[in-house]
């Protein structure tokens, strides 16, 4: 019989003994302790580095939260038995849920199977890989030993410890507690999107969900994930999505976090387009006391395109900051990136935008742009555009705007008819409505949805006088 054990461990304190106890083939191993090593000699980030100099995280005890992880004692656990089959939720090509880490449901088109698109869990894939390097048993996982999305994965990961440049991003790579590896073959096309839910509830808890995405040769695929949380709760959330896009190949990542307004949301994106490869990156980000979300993108490829694209609506008194970097190291590659935000109560949002253009990089094509209303006095939205240009014979420039709803279009809609407050609702949500509309078609409702909540909820203090 099948028996599991759950451990809990500190913050930052039980790293070690999280290490110890991991079953994982020989190379995550490796991975985790260059991601330790980078971790013990980093220090946490402060408003002294330009990129935290408005997101103090000083008075944060990392420690304070606790993460729990299944012990298995057979590898049978590991590999998911029992667990109820899953529905694939209309719309979609295959479907993915992690509650608090434990993976509960997982399923994929049949016919893409055959194909050879895994969607797997990666604490499963990697427990399985370890029990075939190990000799035991064979489980879920083991037979993909030596396959190349093995090494497809391994290579993302290694490659995306090297690059990471600050404790927080060192700590999630170190302590991964669960997450999706979704890998698509050479010219294989998926038509509709798959769907990775990520769920955690309870207090003083720590979450680090990692999302691993290879797409090889002229393959095609879309991937919604959500990020989601019980309403109440204090949890902490150290997200990483790491993408590899080869040659030809085209992928479209949105990545919804909306978490309770209690609880912090850290997230660090990092991708690699080759030649001819495309990518569009879409990040919603509308929960959490404290967000600081960013994605860099590297264009290694000569015809490498990539479009970054976010919206934001901070409230109450959330404190949102968001990060792109267009780093393009090819020449002839285009990028674009898009993003707006809206502001109400007493929220403050912060968007750093970098375009960074190599030596070797001619003939690049980059623009980025950032807008922002806001919508009540005590608001405030920071915008921060910048360029690093290293070459000539480039077309590289930004763009940003703050300001207020206009009262002309206001006027214009209550003399027909409508009230201050739909007027409102109807001016913001056509503010957001030409990059949701872009978004894949099953996720607009939901996105509108979220906006019109955060446009009519009232600050925690008017509810409490009513």
């Known amino acids: 019989m099948s028996t599991t054990e759950t451990r809990s461990y500190r913050g930052t304190e039980d790293l070690s003994a999280y290490l110890d106890s991991r079953q994982e083939p020989k190379w995550m191993r490796a991975i985790r302790a260059e991601a330790f090593k980078r971790f013990s000699a980093l220090e946490w980030p402060t408003t002294r580095d330009e990129e935290w100099r408005r997101s103090d995280i000083s008075n944060y005890d990392f420690d304070a939260y606790t993460f729990s992880v299944d012990a298995v004692g057979k590898q049978e656990a590991a590999a998911g038995k029992g667990r109820a089959s899953a529905k694939i939720p209309p719309g979609y090509a295959g479907y993915a849920r992690f509650e608090n880490g434990r993976c509960t449901a997982l399923a994929l088109q049949p016919d893409l199977a055959e194909r050879g698109v895994r969607l797997l869990s990666l604490n499963e894939l990697l427990a399985g890989l370890a029990s075939d390097e190990q000799g035991g048993k064979p489980v879920a996982g083991s037979a993909l030993s030596g396959a190349p999305e093995i090494k497809a994965l391994e ?16 700590w999630h790579y170190t302590a991964i507690t669960h997450g999706i590896f979704f890998y698509v073959p050479t010219f294989v096309e998926i038509d509709q999107p798959v769907l990775v839910e990520y769920h955690a509830s309870g207090d003083s808890v720590l979450s680090q969900p990692e999302t691993a995405v290879v797409l090889e040769k002229g393959a095609r695929a879309r991937l919604v994930q959500k990020a989601s949380s019980e309403e109440e709760g204090e949890l902490l959330v150290n997200e990483a999505s790491d993408v590899m896009v080869k040659d030809a190949a085209s992928f479209y990542l949105l990545s919804v976090e909306d978490l309770n307004i209690d609880s912090s949301w850290f997230s660090n994106g990092s991708s690699w387009v080759s030649r001819d490869g495309s990518l569009v990156h879409f990040a919603a980000v509308f929960g959490g006391m404290f967000a600081k979300n960013r994605f860099d993108c590297v264009l290694d490829g000569p015809g490498s395109d990539v479009r970054l694209n976010g919206i934001y609506f901070g409230r109450e008194d959330q404190h949102f900051d968001v990060r792109t970097v267009q780093h393009h190291n090819a020449p002839h590659a285009v990028s674009r990136t898009y993003y707006k935000g809206a502001v109400k109560d007493e929220a403050h949002a912060i968007y750093q935008g970098l375009i960074q253009v190599a030596h070797e990089a001619t003939r690049t094509d980059a623009f980025l742009e950032d807008k922002n209303l806001i919508l009540n006095d005590g608001a405030r939205a920071d915008s921060i555009p910048s360029l690093q240009i290293n070459t000539d014979d480039v077309k590289c420039s930004h763009g940003s705007t703050t300001g207020r709803l206009d009262e002309t279009q206001v006027f214009y809609l209550m003399a027909r008819g409508y009230d201050r407050v739909e007027a409102e ?11 949701i509309d872009h978004a894949p078609e099953v996720v607009h409702e939901d ?3 979220i906006i019109r909540d955060r446009l009519l909820s009232a600050p925690d203090d008017e509810d409490d006088d009513e």
């Open 425 to 435: 609702e109807m001016l913001v949500e056509g503010f957001f409505g030409d990059l």
């Open 155 to 170: 290579h993302l990961l290694k490659r995306s410890v090297e690059t990471a440049d600050n404790r927080v991003q060192a």
């Open 447 to 449: 996105l509108r949805s």
